[in-house]
Antibody, heavy 115, light 106 residues
Framework: EVQLVESGGGLVKPGSSLKLSCVASGFTFSSYGMHWIRQAPKKGLEWIAL????????YYADSVKGRFTISRDNSKNTLYLEMNSLRSEDTAMYYCAKGTEGARWGQGVMVTVSS | DIQMTQSPPSLSASLGDKVTITCQAS??????IAWYQQKPGKAPRLLIR???TLESGTPSRFSGSGSGRDYSFSISNVESEDIASYYC????????FGGGTKLELK
């Protein structure tokens, strides 16, 4: 069974950093591009980053470009999102998703940025 | 960047109704649109990919159609378990979600 499990969220102050992880199982992780998506409380879905299966290409939404870094370790079946210079508007549930159309998503991890 | 305009933002339906949600892309997306269902407190679930291909486990009362810039998603015979929010996603060039549609019972 395909599973994606995010972790690393929490309550942090503005300007601080946080690193999210997404551990994959049940499929050949190294064969798939992976995405991060977020959803602010009571708001819609916002795509924020994509990494190719081999890390050869990475793309970001303008809202996080220069502050967030997507990476992966195929030997550990793990996707990462390093978030720096966090702002209150980054408060959201963060999801990882597998593949071209997001066939599977994790359960999400909450990030709250507040003083 | 491709923008996705989804309408309506909310929809009220009775059990057994047919409802339709539309998404218009800011440019031709060549049928690379997917539709998701999200229930409160849950992750989104992919229902339809490539305009009209149902995912395994998606009931046949769900359908999608369209081409070019204009796409639609329908639920025929709405059931209580369909009460949720629905999102379109273009994936021809990175990802862009529509604003979402909240389906409620009348």
């Amino acid at each position: 069974e395909v599973q994606l499990v995010e972790s690393g969220g929490g309550l942090v102050k503005p300007g601080s950093s946080l690193k999210l992880s997404c551990v994959a199982s049940g499929f050949t992780f190294s064969s798939y591009g992976m995405h991060w998506i977020r959803q602010a409380p009571k708001k819609g879905l916002e795509w924020i980053a994509l990494i190719y299966y081999d890390s050869s290409n990475k793309y970001y939404a303008d809202s996080v470009k220069g502050r967030f870094t997507i990476s992966r370790d195929n030997s550990k079946n793990t996707l990462y999102l390093e978030m720096n210079s966090l702002r209150s508007e980054d408060t959201a549930m963060y999801y990882c998703a597998k593949g071209t159309e997001g066939a599977r998503w994790g359960q999400g991890v909450m990030v709250t940025v507040s003083s | 960047d491709i923008q996705m305009t989804q309408s309506p933002p909310s929809l009220s339906a009775s059990l057994g109704d047919k409802v339709t949600i539309t998404c218009q892309a800011s440019q031709n997306i060549n049928k690379y649109i997917a539709w998701y269902q999200q229930k409160p407190g849950k992750a989104p679930r992919l229902l339809i990919r490539y305009t009209s291909t149902l995912e395994s486990g998606t009931p046949s009362r769900f359908s999608g159609s369209g081409s070019g810039r204009d796409y639609s998603f329908s639920i025929s015979n709405v059931e209580s378990e369909d009460i949720a929010s629905y999102y379109c996603l273009q994936y021809v060039n990175l990802w862009t979600f529509g604003g979402g549609t909240k389906l409620e019972l009348k």
